[in-house]
């Protein structure tokens, strides 16, 4: 059993920068595909970020891509999303997620390992 718990969420202005993180609590962390997805109210839970559990080969969501940056610390089993200029639209409860492919896809139905969500709501 994979137990995932996200932190650093909160409020941050329009233009502004936040970093979440995402502890695994388990010594195998580096044999997950590691992602990040995102749902906003009312709305279905949508691909953000991606990371491959090797090579650190790193996806994106067209909405975000140039803005936002997952990484991964195997040594400290944490996954990271650094979110810069931030939009309204990015406002929503981002979920971590881990899948035991090797590769992130875009699909949640991919991934077996859910995190309960930390919120970033992004208003001036």
């Known amino acids: 059993q994979v137990q995932l718990v996200e932190s650093g969420g909160g409020l941050v202005q329009p233009g502004g920068s936040l970093t979440l993180s995402c502890a695994a609590s388990?010594?195998?962390?580096?044999?997950?595909?590691m992602a990040w997805f995102r749902q906003a109210l009312g709305k279905e839970r949508d691909f953000v970020a991606g990371?491959?559990?090797?090579?650190?080969?790193?996806f994106y969501a067209d909405s975000v891509e140039g803005r936002f940056t997952i990484s991964r610390d195997n040594a400290k089993n944490t996954v990271y999303l650094q979110m810069n200029t931030v939009k309204p639209e990015d406002t929503a409860l981002y979920y971590c997620?881990?899948?035991?492919?090797?590769?992130?896809?875009?699909?949640?139905?991919?991934?077996?390992?859910w995190g309960q969500g930390t919120q970033v709501t992004v208003s001036s």
């Open positions: 388990v010594s195998t962390f580096g044999t997950f595909a």
């Open positions: 997620a881990a899948s035991a492919q090797a590769v992130p896809t875009g699909t949640r139905y991919a991934y077996t390992y």
């Open positions: 990371i491959s559990r090797t090579l650190g080969t790193t």
